[in-house]
């Protein structure tokens, strides 16, 4: 039962790792509303949780693992990115690419909003 809640676990931070990807490209104002806050809250979360998602402590307590220094900010974008590619960045290139798509982003989304409301 741990390792189907941990499967399930990785598909929700797939889902969150795509939203937060796209989210301010999706054609529904109430897309860019979540995604919005959202990412910032995600970015905050990370630095008050030891630099580590949620979603990762989670999976990693389930399949009874210990942590590793690699699961830190920016584990599960490596995973993605090794799988797609089959090269696994640096954890220094993870950093600067999720701080600079996601306030990119992020301000992509208020941008949106804004325009949308006035």
């Not at 860019?32 to 402590?57: G, K, Q, V």
């Not at 990693?60 to 590619?85: P, S």
């Not at 992020?106 to 006035?118: E, V």
Request: with cysteine; glycine share 2%; aromatic share 20%.
């Amino acid at each position: 039962m741990k390792i189907f809640a941990a499967r399930l676990v990785r598909f929700a931070h797939l889902l969150v790792f795509i939203f937060l990807i796209i989210g301010w490209a999706l054609p529904w104002w109430q897309a860019w509303a979540i995604h919005l806050p959202l990412t910032i809250i995600t970015r905050i979360h990370w630095r008050m949780n030891n630099r580590r998602c949620i979603f990762t402590t989670w999976e990693v307590i389930l399949k009874g693992q210990e942590f590793e220094e690699d699961h830190e900010e920016g584990w599960f974008v490596k995973e993605v990115f090794e799988a797609l590619t089959k090269w696994r960045p640096s954890t220094i290139f993870v950093r600067r690419l999720m701080l600079f798509w996601m306030y990119l982003a992020a301000f992509l989304s208020a941008i949106r909003l804004f325009t949308f409301f006035n």
